[in-house]
């Protein structure tokens, strides 16, 4: 069974710009978690998707963005990009039910210049 | 929000030792869970518990729930070359709707040869 995959693996980017980052969970996954990892702050929620609907949400202001797809597939968004920004975005899937229980992919690792 | 803490922040051990690292908060916790982290990648799951005292292992390792339900330790017994890594506690607090993982700031562990 495939694990998380996350795309692309790396990106740069300069300040104002918007990114998109893309996650296919794990086949039957139906529930996406994202999150930030940085050295200062360690890993932070940003957003949960369950069937294309948010049902928590981090505390990171509204440039950060994210939907779900009727195929369990996620995106998240960030726009105006400022260079604290720079940090590797993970992703984790879970079954529902069993959200607690979340599966991350490796990762994408952005740099904003 | 709620944090973690995790301890100790780096260890160097010799090959052949055994390691313990534990995670302490202030609040109660449904799940703790225990993740390993190499560079380049994702955090790897290793061991999930659910129930106050519950004791788990998985190989080498061994992952205990606190009976206060605010605390957890990990050992890693006989530590090998391949155990060098970042390892993560994470917990979920109780509650309808919390989907969400909150992480410690990690263990950087190195085992010298």
């Known amino acids: 069974k495939a694990g998380v995959t996350q795309t692309p693996r790396y990106l740069i980017k300069t300040r104002g710009q918007q990114v998109t980052l893309s996650c296919s969970p794990i086949s039957g996954h139906r529930s996406v978690s994202w999150y930030q990892q940085t050295p200062g702050q360690g890993l932070q929620f940003l957003f949960e998707y369950f069937s294309e609907t948010q049902r928590n949400k981090g505390n990171f202001p509204g440039r950060f963005s994210g939907r779900q797809f009727s195929n369990s597939r996620s995106e998240m968004n960030v726009s105006t990009l400022e260079l604290g920004d720079s940090a590797l975005y993970l992703c984790a899937s879970s079954l529902a039910g069993a959200e607690n229980i979340q599966y991350f992919g490796a990762g994408t690792r952005l740099s904003v210049l | 929000g709620q944090q973690l803490n995790q301890s100790p922040q780096s260890m160097f051990i010799q090959e052949g030792e055994d390691v313990s690292m534990n995670c302490t908060s202030s609040?109660?916790?449904?799940?703790w869970l225990w993740y390993k982290q190499d560079p380049g990648e994702g955090p790897v799951l290793l061991i999930a518990?659910?129930?106050?005292?519950e004791l788990t292992s998985n190989g080498r390792l061994t992952a205990q729930f606190g009976i206060t339900r605010k605390d957890s330790f990990l050992n890693i017994s006989a530590s090998i070359p391949s155990d060098v890594g970042i390892y993560f506690c994470a917990g979920q607090l109780p509650g309808a709707g919390s989907y969400q993982l909150t992480f410690g700031k990690g263990t950087k562990l190195s085992v010298i040869p």
């Open positions: 609040s109660i916790f449904n799940t």
């Open positions: 518990l659910y129930k106050a005292g």
